[in-house]
């Protein structure tokens, strides 16, 4: 099997104290959705962040297309490509939405202006609302900015840690179409999900972590067809 | 005849004083509140910062006055002010490198913060006194009126006159452009969009790729450079002396707190809010009255509420009152 375009393999490693990850792989090709789901406290965001290199790793390595990036830290990454939306304070509320996404492309000295026109017909709601605060708008426009922010340096990986944490269900089928429609545009999505089954129905790969260490990973499919998966996991059926 | 005279006192006693009392306040409380929001503690060393800055631009003004440079109507201390700001973010800087940064790396509580600030307010403190003296310096030159009372009651006929210094009218003409470059600034350039956003959430600030330590470096100059125009325009008007730019601190203090700590717009209204207050409830009366009530009404005394010794207890009894009912100030900043 060739090298996934991004992986953190075999990671292990915590915030200091003890492991919170187990040997935990996780991986992504361009273009596809992974997903990892797992009970509260089994290490997703934290398998997330280690990816991201937001916690220092006692073993194992993150691989972004061939080229080793365990040593960078996070800043670092982000120029390389990637672009991460956190669970919570991910947008800046004093500011509006425009000057949002403006910041998102800081690193970019090039014409920003194509881009920010990608994320208005991805996010039409946010073209009307640019010059309003961001932190006026509601929990799932919110949303829309934070994932738009990252898009703003056009990454080639895009992590999403609980995009849908708090946003009413209708609101979360919209997203995770947007989120489609993203990885259709050959970017790689990598979420945490706590909502496992309608992420799980998008997914090209999950990753079921439990303790922090992968307990299952297979196509989305097949875990959701995966009798002990649904029974532990998914709640009945 | 006796209503427009009574305007005029007005005018003269209470507005032409208090809105460049207002302006100066509003440029120290713009330093505060950029710190605060930017660097994230109370600077207490802000008021020291404006009486060192001023001292840098007294030494020029001598200096430009010995080479018989002026500037005309204007004072000289104008010619000397980008040198001073140049002096003053310099040492500011060496501030921020030599002590703030240690705490800044530690990310040190808030009140460790403003201990340290009150270390670095008694250095500033003693290196002014120790570089100029504690005495009173006047270095305002130039034109002494734009309008001056005599001139005023000959052309108008009334009893009562109204003068404007030209320090008056230069400090509000120059804190006016001042303010309108900085919100000019932090509202459409990259770099002040880059410190907005570092202020509203700063881990998100260093994941899009802003720099913190130029964000913070460049807060401070401008704080640097808002202290001493503050400073130089504070003296200008009423005079230098040492002890009076450590009390200054105070009012500025709560111009930030009323407007909203963290809040520019808010410095701003504040700085004039808290000069108002003070000088309104400092002023004698007596006169305006006057002319607008009969004798038989005319009150004994100055019809002064407070005597102008007590016009600290004005900011703190403001601060006080906005602290108890709306600790985020009238422009919604963060509560302290």
């Known amino acids: ?237 | 005849m006796d209503f427009a005279n009574a305007i005029v006192a007005l005018l003269n006693f209470v507005f032409v004083p208090a809105t460049a009392y207002g302006a100066q306040l509003a440029l120290g409380a713009l330093g505060v509140t950029l710190i605060y929001s930017i660097l994230r503690f109370s600077n207490f060393a802000h008021g020291d910062t404006m009486a060192f800055g001023t001292m840098v631009a007294i030494l020029f003004t001598w200096g430009f006055q010995s080479l018989g440079i002026s500037a005309g109507p204007l004072p000289t201390a104008l010619l000397a002010l980008p040198f001073a700001i140049a002096v003053t973010a310099g040492f500011v800087l060496g501030t921020d490198r030599v002590v703030y940064r240690f705490y800044r790396r530690q990310r040190a509580a808030p009140a460790i913060y403003i201990i340290v600030s009150l270390g670095v307010m008694f250095i500033m403190n003693g290196l002014v006194r120790l570089i100029i003296g504690v005495k009173d310096i006047d270095f305002a030159d130039g034109g002494r009126f734009l309008i001056s009372a005599g001139e005023f009651k000959e052309r108008t006929g009334l009893a009562e006159g109204l003068a404007i210094k030209s320090t008056a009218a230069v400090t509000v003409v120059c804190a006016f452009i001042v303010m309108a470059w900085l919100f000019w600034f932090l509202q459409n350039t990259r770099t002040g969009k880059s410190m907005r956003a570092f202020s509203d959430n700063e881990d998100l600030a260093l994941l899009s790729g802003i720099n913190p330590d130029r964000v913070v470096r460049v807060t401070w100059v401008i704080a640097a450079g808002l202290a001493t125009i503050a400073g130089v325009l504070y003296g200008l008007d009423k005079g230098f002396k040492p002890f009076v730019y450590f009390q200054l601190l105070l009012p500025i203090f709560a111009s930030a707190v009323v407007g909203g700590l963290g809040s520019p717009k808010g410095a701003v209204a504040g700085g004039f809010i808290i000069a108002y207050s003070e000088v309104l409830v400092t002023y004698a009366w007596k006169k305006v009255l006057g002319y607008l009530l009969p004798d038989s009404m005319m009150p004994d005394g100055l019809a002064q509420l407070l005597g102008t010794d007590y016009k600290f207890a004005v900011s703190f009894a403001i601060l006080i009152i906005v602290l108890l009912f709306r600790p985020t100030g009238l422009f919604k900043g963060k509560s302290v």
């Open chain 1, 1 to 237: 099997m060739a090298e996934p375009f991004l992986i953190g393999e075999n990671m292990t490693g915590g915030y200091g104290g003890a492991d919170i990850l187990h040997d935990c792989t996780i991986a992504v090709d361009p273009g596809q959705i992974a997903v990892i789901v797992g009970p509260n406290g089994a290490g997703k965001s934290t398998a997330m962040k280690a990816v991201f290199g937001m916690l220092r790793l006692r073993g194992g390595s993150v691989r972004l297309d061939g080229e080793d990036i365990t040593a960078l830290s996070p800043q670092d990454r982000v120029a390389k490509g990637m672009g991460f939306v956190p669970q919570t304070h991910n947008i800046f509320t004093s500011m509006t939405v425009e000057e949002n996404l403006e910041m998102g492309a800081f690193l970019r000295h090039d014409d920003i202006g194509n881009t920010i026109a990608q994320v208005y017909d991805l996010f039409p709601i946010l073209k009307t609302k640019r010059n309003q605060p961001a932190g006026e708008l509601s929990g799932g426009q919110r949303q829309q900015v934070a994932v738009g922010r990252a898009l703003m340096t056009q990454p080639r990986v895009l992590m999403l840690d609980e995009p849908t944490a708090g946003v009413s269900p209708i609101v979360m089928d919209e997203l995770f179409d947007r989120i489609i429609e993203i990885a259709r545009t050959g970017i790689s999505i990598l979420m945490v999900e706590q909502n496992a089954r309608q992420a799980l129905e998008i997914a090209d790969r999950g990753y079921v972590l439990v303790q922090g260490a992968n307990r299952f990973t297979d196509t989305g499919a097949a875990l959701m067809a995966d009798d002990e998966v649904r029974r532990t996991f998914l709640g009945g059926q």
